[in-house]
């Protein structure tokens, strides 16, 4: 036995997961978490005593309130929010269409919105989209692919015409992690409003965002929170701007008074008002289970071993992939809960490493991430994935 695990305070809940047949090492719990065996029973017993037990019957009976209640769950275990400020629904594209759209209406003056040339493309192609609509001018922020953004690069992009910022607390590529309360706090200073991107964040490391002053956040269920293929994502609007902030979808769901079916829309009070069609019943279910585990662990023991197994899994870059490069921090307070190592051959090696049962991912142009979600990821398991590499390469 690897002796990381035999020491590791958290070796035991490795076992919660579903086996995964010919599975090695897998190393992509960042892009897809895996499926807790709890999930199965409480999706199960959803279709069975829910659905069918309830029929229509059951969005008067609890399912309406679900978005929101999971949303003040998730909220108090890993996003450090007050009740009332977090829905969970749709996908983390159209979330944060959403958030830029209502930020932008509260900055009717400004004229640039500022996100950075390596957040994801997702983010990316939204603002494209949506500055081309305004006729407004996208500033980009041209960040290091093997760091990301920093207070002094924002500082610089920053200013009287910026109406928002969007960039991602824990960089998809590098997992580089974001200064979150500086730049916020100077993007306050500018007059703009922030939205932080916490899909590769959420789960793995804190995000206090209350105590950050944060605007607007917006992350996805399915990679460290194990909510399954396409789970809907989350959103968090801090109270004070509920009022002021306006959601651009206005579906009957974020209306008032849904079931009157009435002439004009109203937007419903507080965070309910973000929601727009009617709440992915089956779709969040599972993650309820993951934000149970990490409320039993607690996400700053998570935090702790993720760090572990980042370093552990640098340390043994550095030691049997001489050849390769690491596009990552080395500083593990700016790091997330992966990294990405560069190699020209890496596009090849991937299909062959996947056949063996040993999963990262590729990422252009030559990187291959490594995203050990620490519940569910052994010291052993990064090291057969490493030398697995290795051997691929022929090293
Ligand atoms: C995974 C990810 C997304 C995914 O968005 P979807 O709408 O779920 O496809 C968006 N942003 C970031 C930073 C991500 O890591």
Redesign the pocket.
Known sequence: MNPLDANDPLARYRERFLPTPGLISYLDGN?LGRPLAASVERVETFLREEWAGKLIRGWDDGWMSQPLTVGDELGRVALGAAPGQVAIGD????L?YKTIRAALDARPDRTEIAIDLE??P??RYLVEGIASDRGLTVRWVDTDPAAGVTPELVAAAVGPDTAVTLF?SVA?RSGFLAEVEAITALVHDAGALTIW?L??SVGSVPTPLDDWGVDLA???G??YLNGGP?AP?FLYVRRDLQGSLRQPIQGWLGSRTPFEMGQGYEPAEGIRGWLSGTPPMVGLQAMRDMIALIDEVGLDAVRTKSVALTKYAIALVDEHLPTATLASPRDAARRGGHITVDHPRFAELLPGLWASGVIPDFRRPDGLRLGPSPLSTSYAEVEAGVLAIRDALGE
């Open positions: 892009s996908s983390t594209t159209v944060l957040n994801f997702t983010d991602s998809y991107d899909s590769h917006v992350g996805c399915y990679k396409g994502a």
